[in-house]
């Protein structure tokens, strides 16, 4: 039994999937009171017109847990919501243009949608066919299909898009020659669409997420992919007539070209980190026990016994305790960051060091090491002064040097509102990062100066 429980939890902390509803923590106390249908939801249900967001976060930090949220939360106020994540069939985040994003919202539009009688898209396909025949890679005349088989061309044109590289360019050359008519047949489609749906229907929102996965790309003498998918190209992805919200680079947001896009599309939204130390060190003990909860919600879908065992009673159940002590925990937690992908990774790393429950602070410890040498390797030689001097007035700077430091989470960016409601924001290295001697060497003759 003891195997089956480590394995039940194991799986429970799984870091590339989204939690079940129920395991769900509302953390906004804690995340300077970002909420995400106060952030993203009242811009579309107090808006008479279609909305365009864009919406980012550090990889792993919870936004598609928020963006489901986010659906579950339309629709109960009878919005028709169509969410996809993008990279998942539509686009290869290596290498990806503005092109793919577009098919992909049409594919899945027409996929969620079933229009009975007039489809201005199948009719857009079909003046194309010769054309784009080729692309999803069949012979069959568009008129030999049945619906869904033409329904199904879209998915296979973004499919061939990710999966062939040689064809891709030539693919796109097609897709961008008919993009203005593909716009406007996607809008007349949104319009057929909303007359389709139920009479109380209040509009169609559409979801893209995953698009911050895409690496940035560039080739001499042309804008990057980046510049081109979000900047040059942002008339047509705000030009459909229903709320959109796509996920965008938080490198985007965090560099020179955020004001461009506060411009083409408002300012795009952040969720922040769980902030689980103050900045002056001390514990902010509201954001520790929401890790803890998040971790105790995660444990009681295994068993609701276990989370007795977390406050360490274990009189009278059957089962182990999961950690030896609570100390064990709030160590993990603590490490994280407020992070809640590196909490997920922490916790299953000291289930690997586990024969058997409880987990003990030995297998926390290694895990913590192990994580931290990752740290360690991907801090170059000057970049430890830096570091050092961010730990000490918990400020970055807006350069090059920082924006790295921020994109791969070696520091660590936090908001709360002060007692006059003013937002503060500030930063600090990564907990794993101040336990490595070179850090702590570099921060003394840093304290020195």
Not at 223 to 236: M, Q, V, W
Request: with cysteine; proline share 4%; glycine share 4%.
């Amino acid at each position: 039994m003891d195997l089956d429980l480590l394995t039940e939890i194991y799986s429970s902390f799984e870091p590339f999937q989204p939690p079940s509803k129920e395991a769900y923590v509302d953390c906004q106390q804690v995340r300077g009171g970002w909420e995400v249908v106060r952030e993203l939801g009242r811009k579309i249900t107090r808006s008479k017109q279609p909305t365009c967001q864009l919406y980012t976060g550090h990889r792993g930090v919870g936004k598609t847990t928020e963006l489901l949220r986010l659906r579950e939360y339309l629709e109960s106020q009878k919005y028709f919501v169509v969410y996809f994540a993008a990279d998942n069939e539509d686009i290869e985040p290596q290498d990806a243009e503005y092109a793919d994003i577009l098919f992909a919202c049409t594919r899945h539009l027409v996929e969620a949608v079933k229009l009975k009688n007039h489809n201005p898209l199948l009719t857009w396909m079909k003046e194309r066919w010769e054309s784009l025949q080729d692309l999803a890679l069949t012979e069959v005349s568009f008129e030999g299909l049945s619906l869904e088989g033409q329904i199904s061309q879209f998915a296979k044109i973004t499919a061939n898009l990710r999966a062939t590289p040689d064809k891709r360019r030539e693919m796109r050359q097609k897709i961008n020659a008919n993009t203005p008519s593909l716009v406007d047949a996607l809008n007349d489609f949104i319009k057929e669409a909303q007359k389709s749906l139920a009479a109380d229907c209040r509009g169609l929102v559409m979801i893209a997420d995953n698009l911050d996965r895409i690496v940035e790309t560039k080739q001499e003498g042309e804008p990057s992919n980046y510049d081109e998918i979000y900047l040059n190209r942002s008339e047509i992805l705000r030009g459909l007539e229903c709320h959109v919200i796509y996920t965008v680079p938080i490198a985007m947001v965090y560099s020179e070209r955020a004001t461009r896009l506060e411009d083409n599309y408002d300012k795009p939204d952040v969720l922040p980190m769980i902030m689980v130390r103050n900045s002056d060190g001390s514990i902010n003990t509201d954001g520790l026990a929401k890790l803890r909860e998040l971790v105790c919600r995660r444990i009681e879908l295994v068993d609701s016994r276990l989370v007795q065992t977390l406050d360490g009673k274990v009189e009278g159940l059957d089962i182990p305790p999961v950690f030896d002590h609570a100390d064990t925990l709030s160590q993990l937690c603590l490490m994280s960051g407020g992070h809640v992908r590196n909490l997920m990774q922490l916790i299953q790393k000291s289930i690997e060091w586990t024969d058997e429950l409880p987990i003990k602070g030995q297998a926390a410890r290694r895990a913590i090491e192990e994580a931290r040498e990752t740290y360690r390797r991907s801090i170059q030689d000057h970049q430890w002064e830096i570091l050092a001097r961010v730990c000490q007035s918990k400020q970055s700077d807006n350069n090059e040097e920082h924006l790295r430091l921020l994109l791969n989470r070696c520091l660590l960016e936090y908001r709360y509102y002060d007692d006059s409601e003013a937002l503060q924001i500030w930063c600090n290295v990564h907990p794993l990062i101040e336990g490595i001697q070179k850090f702590q060497e570099t921060l003394e003759k840093v304290k020195s100066l």
